[in-house]
């Protein structure tokens, strides 16, 4: 895919959504960490349906460690992975307060550094929570970047190469987020909605799905 046929493509997500973000629900930098923490290989729904209970009794890395792996998992039950997720969780919230005042740190060594903290979490709260120009790759983008040609790799980590490489500063705060909606609800996995997406005639994927049939 040529730089032209990139561009105008994020003209035209940036001009359907000119300021996107994501669709977990926090307040502070703590609250992002959490909730990205909790989303691997879950919804962003179900996490939040979780983090409106969890929220309300314990937000800070202080309150949480304090109810520890046993008083939280209750509330993140509903949620996959929950209890390896609850022992991150509580791990997490030690460090911070040992290494880092309670604070999120903003460098993504120190991100990467946290129990349960890899990549792509570090990006995200880099982009999200700091204004970075990161883009995480999660499953989403890196489906919509290999289908439509943008920036086609083997493995997350190509792939996020390619895209900063490749996607003009201008749309780096927002690309993250604009793929991931559009992965998300028209690039889908098994069905993807060709016939309804804003940049079908750009992207290269070849078996394009038309129009699906009225029901009779």
């Known amino acids: 895919m040529n730089a032209q046929k990139r561009r105008e493509i994020f003209e035209r997500l940036r001009a359907a959504n000119a300021h996107p973000t994501t669709e977990l629900e926090y307040t502070t930098p703590f609250e992002l960490l959490i909730a990205v923490l909790l989303s691997a290989q879950a919804t962003d729904v179900s996490v939040n349906k979780a983090t409106r209970r969890l929220y309300p009794v314990a937000n800070t890395p202080k309150k949480l460690l304090k109810l520890g792996v ?22 997490t919230c030690q460090l911070l307060l040992e290494r880092h005042n309670g604070e999120v740190p903003r460098t993504r060594e120190e991100l990467e550094a946290l129990p349960g903290v890899g990549r792509k979490t570090a990006n995200v709260v880099l982009n999200t929570a700091f204004g970075e120009p990161t883009i995480a790759v999660d499953t989403h983008i890196f489906r919509v970047s290999n289908r ?3 920036a086609p ?31 998300r609800y ?24 038309p129009l699906p049939a009225k029901a009779v």
Not at 186 to 209: G, M, V
């Open 148 to 150: 439509t040609g943008i």
């Open 186 to 209: 028209t690039c889908i996995a098994r069905a993807p909605k060709c016939w309804n997406c804003l940049i079908a005639d750009l992207c290269e994927y070849k078996a394009k799905t």
């Open 70 to 91: 046993e008083g939280l998992e209750p509330y993140i039950q509903t949620i996959g992975l929950y209890r390896t997720k609850a022992k991150n969780v509580i791990a």
């Open 153 to 183: 790799g083997k493995n997350v980590e190509i792939v996020e190469q390619k895209l900063m490489k490749f996607v003009t500063d201008e749309f780096k705060q927002d690309a993250h987020h604009w793929l991931i909606l559009h992965g």
